[in-house]
Antibody, heavy 120, light 108 residues
Framework: EVQLVESGGGLVQPGGSLRLSCAAS????????MNWVRQAPGKGLEWVSY????????YYADSVKGRFTISRDNAKNSLYLQMNSLRAEDTAVYYC?????????????WGQGTLVTVSS | SYVLTQPPSVSVAPGQTARITCGGN??????VHWYQQKPGQAPVLVVY???DRPSGIPERFSGSNSGNTATLTISRVEAGDEADYYC???????????FGGGTKLTVL
């Protein structure tokens, strides 16, 4: 069974930092492209960042570029998101989501999400 | 950047057919994917590549895409289909995914 389990969310002050993790199991993690997608309270889905299966290609949404860093450890079947200089507008549930191998452009599996609250 | 437009809400009686649209400039040339999200839960892929269904998704869910509009069709709607639905494409010009604003499906 495919599982993606996020952790690391919590309450942080504006300007602070947080590191999210996503533990993957039940599939060949090293073959999948991975993403972070967030959802502010009561709002829609917003893509945050992408990393290729090898980690060699990375993209960010303009809203987080220069503040967030995505990375992965294929040996540990884990995905990460380092979030710095956090703002109130970064408050959201953060999901990790996989893109299937063989040039898929959709998210086939999602984690349950971890809530990040940026507030003083 | 590329914009996807969805109606905020769609209402349908049980047993009827719901159609949720997703508008975008020449969206027919792109692959469109649809997600269902129930309150407090993560999104679930229900249609990918315009009209394919992942395993475990009922045949009642189908999709089409042509011109400037993609459509998710849910036949014989059930109370359990009540959820938010999001369309998504991969914007090749910016090389990242785009989501529509979401449509809340209400089963009357």
């Amino acid at each position: 069974e495919v599982q993606l389990v996020e952790s690391g969310g919590g309450l942080v002050q504006p300007g602070g930092s947080l590191r999210l993790s996503c533990a993957a199991s039940g599939f060949t993690f090293s073959s999948y492209e991975m993403n972070w997608v967030r959802q502010a309270p009561g709002k829609g889905l917003e893509w945050v960042s992408y990393i290729s299966s090898s980690g060699s290609t990375i993209y960010y949404a303009d809203s987080v570029k220069g503040r967030f860093t995505i990375s992965r450890d294929n040996a540990k079947n884990s995905l990460y998101l380092q979030m710095n200089s956090l703002r109130a507008e970064d408050t959201a549930v953060y999901y990790c989501a996989s893109i299937p191998a063989a040039a898929g452009t959709y998210f086939d599996y999602w984690g349950q999400g971890t809530l990040v609250t940026v507030s003083s | 950047s590329y914009v996807l437009t969805q109606p905020p809400s769609v209402s349908v009686a049980p047993g009827q057919t719901a159609r949720i649209t997703c508008g975008g400039n020449n969206i027919g040339s792109k692959s469109v994917h649809w997600y269902q999200q129930k309150p407090g839960q993560a999104p679930v892929l229900v249609v990918y590549d315009d009209s394919d269904r992942p395993s475990g998704i009922p045949e009642r869910f189908s999709g089409s895409n042509s011109g400037n509009t993609a459509t998710l069709t849910i036949s014989r709607v059930e109370a359990g289909d009540e959820a938010d639905y999001y369309c998504q494409v991969w914007d090749s010009s910016s090389d990242y995914p785009i989501f529509g604003g979401g449509t809340k499906l209400t089963v009357l």
